[in-house]
């Protein structure tokens, strides 16, 4: 907008400017020649008046020298008197002027003004004539101030303009900042109601959207909450069934069935301000969750492998978030290979990158998808998937029927 303004105020300014300057110039012109008519006609009532006194040449001396405009009479003898003259006879403007018209002309050598006088035998011819630097006299300082002055407009419409501009831009900085911090999760960012009628309409449209999506989230939590609680009951009533039965597979089943659905409940109740960027560190959170499967992994005559860095490894994802990615891949290995079949999980970090590859010694993935498993919906790896890159991540697996199995996973670094 500033820019727009500034050239719209140059144009206008320069449309008033050059015209200006080009009419100082002409009325310069216009007093140099006024000098010289005034002191061609002076001169001439002179000349007309004393033409048969012998004291002309005598009289007529302190008028020519007096004036800033070169004068040269020509009498009707030939006598050349004042500025010298030496090529009358063949100037155009003279055999012009001695003809009886009074004129002036302006040239290369500046402005001439001719007068003829009717005396005594013949006709006396005057020119006054002015050089260019007496036709420009003033002109440069004069430009000078009128462009300095269109300038100084045209700075003040400038800046004026981009105040203005300001007064706009500011609240829509303001509207696009708060847009910003509501994509990356602030749900309680809202934006201030100032600024034009316009923009506070949008930043009111905003709010209104902002509060719409909180209740929208709001609602689906109870819906889980509520979903979860229902599930409660017969699962306890499920888990007192397998005790009785003395099942400790189906017992132990249950008891990881009973567990996620509390996970669930405590994802649910998380309030909507946790669903801002946050961190944790992968290290601990993953030797957590090794220590969970651990127990299972022994059970089943599972050998596993774990590599994990010195240090902290610190990543833009919740604990939450990397324990149920971490949990899926090593659950597929469970899910998807014989009991028996060794599984890796090694975590490292490489050029600014954390790197969590699980790997199992089992058949490789299937060429074409089966079906999910009985009890699964088969779209474990697609939630990883998805929440991974929602971090800035990427997620690859090995080709299907390459042995061993490998799911890498791969996060930037937090700062």
Partial sequence: MSTLVALISTAIVASFVIPLLLLVSSLAADRGMAVAGQQANSVAMLVAGLNRDVRLP???????????????????????????????????????????????????????????????????????????????????????????????????????????????????????????????GDLAARAPMAGPPETVELGSALNGLAERVGEVLEAERDSVRGLAHRLRTPVTALRLQAEQLADDDLAQLVSQLQVAIDRVVTEARRPLREDLPVGCDAREVTATRIEYWRPLAEDQNRTLAVTLPD?????????????????????????????????????????????????????????????????????????????????????????????????????????
């Fill in 58 to 184: 005598e009289l007529l001396s302190p008028a020519l020298a007096s004036s800033p405009a070169a004068t040269s009479v020509v009498l009707a003898d030939g006598t050349v008197l004042g500025v010298a003259w030496p090529d009358f006879g063949t100037d155009p403007g003279y055999r012009r002027a001695r003809g009886g018209e009074a004129f002036s002309t302006r040239d290369d050598q500046g402005g001439h003004v001719f007068v003829p006088v009717l005396v005594d035998g013949g006709v006396a011819v005057i020119r006054s004539s002015v050089t260019p630097d007496q036709l420009n006299q003033g002109v440069p300082l004069a430009w000078t101030s009128i462009i300095a002055l269109g300038l100084l407009l045209s700075g003040v419409a400038v800046f004026v303009a981009d105040r203005a501009a300001r007064a706009v831009s500011r609240p829509l900085q303001d509207v696009a900042a708060t847009a910003h911090r509501l994509r990356e």
């Fill in 311 to 415: 240090g902290p490894a610190p990543v833009a994802l919740s604990a939450l978030d990397l324990a149920d990615v971490i949990d899926i891949c090593i659950d597929n290995v469970f899910a998807h290979t014989p009991e028996g079949t060794g599984f890796a999980v090694s975590l490292e970090v490489v050029n600014g990158r954390l790197r969590l590859a699980v790997t199992d010694q089992g058949p490789g993935f299937a060429a074409a998808a089966s079906g999910p498993r009985p009890g699964t919906s088969g779209l474990g790896l697609q939630l990883a998937r998805r929440t991974i890159e929602r971090a800035g991540g990427t997620v690859a697996m090995s080709a299907p029927g390459r042995s061993p199995a490998e799911v890498l996973i791969e996060l930037p670094v937090a700062g």
